[in-house]
Structure formats: C-alpha cells, structure tokens
C-alpha cells in the first residue's frame, strides 16, 4: 500500500485535512465563534465514509450537526455505516429517496431549507457529487450561508453524467472548495473559480490509511464466501449509464461471463431494481462462479479490495482506493475523474468484455503513486 507522500498526485493528506480546514476559513474563524454551529449534510453512501473522517474534527472544535436527507435508507446502505464508522446520529433525517433527479433534488432542496433556518449554521459543508450534494448546497446559498464543498474540482467531462451535473453546480455556488487533486484544483480554475479554493488532499485516503491494520486483520469476508486472497475478482456496478439502459446490462452481463476466476459482486440496490425490471435475474444469478452479497460495509469492501487479485468497478471512490491498497483496477468506464490512477494500475475498458478479458489474462499489478 502507498504511504508515501505526493507532491503531484493525490496527496497523502494523514492528519492535513483537518488543518487545511482550520487554515481555509481564516476570515470565517475570526469571526466565528470557537463553537460556532456547522452543519454536513448528508444522505449518501460514499458521503457517510468522508464523513467519518471529519466529523470527530469538527466535533471538537464547533457545534456540529448531521442532516441526513435520507437518499440511502436500506440498513446496509445507510445504518450499516453509521454504526460501524461510529458516526453520530444524524440531528435529522429527512428520508427523501427514490423518484426522478429533479423530483428527488427538489423535495431536497425545501426539506434542507426549512431544518437551516432552524438551525442557523455559519457554514454549510457537502460532500462528493450526488443529488444531497447539490441540494445541500443550493439550500444553503439560497440562504447567504457559507457552503463548504468537499471534493470539489472533480470532472469527467461527460456533461450528461448526473454527478458531473451535481458537482459543477456545487463548486460554483461554494465559497471553499476543497480539491483533493492537484487536477482538481486546476480544473476548478479553469471554470474561473479563483476564490477560496483548498488544495486539501483526499479525506478517503486518510480514512483509509487509519484502517489499514484493521483491513489486514480482517479475513472474515474471505471466509464467510469461501474465497482466497489473490484468486478472485471483486466486483461492483451502479452507474446509471452502465445499469439504466438494458442493452447496457446486456454488456455487463457479457462481461461478468467472461471473468475467469470466482468473482465476489456485492449488489447495488439500483443495479438489481434494473436487473429484475429487464427479466436478467436469472440469467445473472445462474453465472458459473459469481458470488451475489449484499452491499458490504467499508471495512469489508477494502478487506476484499485489499485481497482481491484485481477490482472491476464503476465506482469513483472504490477505483481509487483499490489502487491506494495496490490492487489492479478495471473500470467499467471511459473515463475517470481520478485522472492520477491511469498508468498506476487503472485501466478503463468501459463494458468491453474482450478488454476485460485481455487484461485479465496478464499479470497486472497497480504501481504506487508517486
Ligand atoms: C447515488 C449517487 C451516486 C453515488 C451512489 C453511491 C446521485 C445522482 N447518485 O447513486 O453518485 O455513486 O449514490 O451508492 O446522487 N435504493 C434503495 N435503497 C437504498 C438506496 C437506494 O433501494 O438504500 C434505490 C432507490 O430507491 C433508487 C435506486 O436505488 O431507486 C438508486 O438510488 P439513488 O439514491 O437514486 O442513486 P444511486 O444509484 O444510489
């Protein structure tokens, strides 16, 4: 695993990011209160990981609260993380969920709006790139209310992806944007974004980092599904782009075909909605080899990345991490916003099973970065 630290990649921020947010607010800190009151919303799975990792700094320093908005609400995609990264209880959960990204962002945006006015935060911090996101912080700026945006700077480029959509928005409306790339920084300056701008290093590594001797103590994953480190594949899909569209899955399907070693696939409960919608259930579950779970909880999603012989995911939080443990990673897309992984152990092959399949067939490893 990379321990060392970058100047130019994605930097090894142990113990930094806290201090860089200390650093970031000078003028909201001097005019804020020692315990002046920030508030994170949050609502998704990746945003309670990030979490975790702030929450008990902020913590100490100022009143803060949690709004969950609810966006994951199943016991393993929500409850499960609160418990197992000891996160505190959210002050409130909103439990808005489902329905179309207008729909759901929107009823978001009210919802938000009317627990800020109660709460009266002096800044406002979101987290990532979905649909609480974005509605987090349009709620707050709509209010005058600092919002502090975590991972900004963040593009793929595709201009239709919802969570390019999301992130976009969110880095213009926020007065600090904390880039945790020296790529993210640049690509929030070339939107003209000069202002408050946090060259802030990556929250998940930290978090990471601080579990890494639990994740080599903890083989109950491999037992529990019968699988052994370096021989088998870990596996995870959710895109909309990928999952939504049926001649998509079709691919995916294809692909999971040709895997040529037992593959462990914690399943997305998007991915299966889609899967028994287009009548593929059947055709999945009967693959030779395919271990089928429910979604796992962090530390064994990185037990399992950390032991697997190579992760294929469309998950932008899971690619990087893979290759922060050293495994090979295949992304099921065309592009990545984690533009340092590439030629570290990322390959993108899109849903191209004969790419997979190539690739596979050699001895690819993931290269530390630098
Ligand atoms: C969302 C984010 C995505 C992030 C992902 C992490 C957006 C636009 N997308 O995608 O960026 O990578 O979270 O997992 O915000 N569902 C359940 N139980 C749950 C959660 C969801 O059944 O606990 C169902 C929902 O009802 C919905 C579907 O799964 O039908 C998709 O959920 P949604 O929150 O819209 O988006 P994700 O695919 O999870």
Redesign the pocket.
Known sequence: MYLGKSTDGIRDCRGGFPLELERAIPYYWHTMKRRSRIVSVVG???QFVKLACLGPVLAKRFHHAIIHTG????SN??GMFFRQLRLPKAKINLKI??GS?GV?TGRMLSAIEKTLVSEKPDLVLVY?????TLAGALSAAKLSIPVGHIEAGMRSFVTDM??EI?RRLTDHLSTLLFCPTAASLKNARAEGLSKGLVHSGDLMYELLHNSMPAIRRNRSILKKYGIEAGRFLLLTA?R?ANVDDREQLLKLLDLIEVLPMPTLFPI???TK?RLRQFRLWTRLSRIDGLILCDPLGYLDTLTAAHFARAVLTD??GLQKEAIFLGTAVLTLRDETEWVETLGRGNHLVGLDSRKVGRLLARDIKANPLP
């Open positions: 998704a799975r990746p966006q994951h609400y199943d995609m929500s969920s489902g990204h759901m990532g790139d979905t649909n609480t919802p969570e999301n959710h909309a997305h409960p998007r909605k998950s932008g």
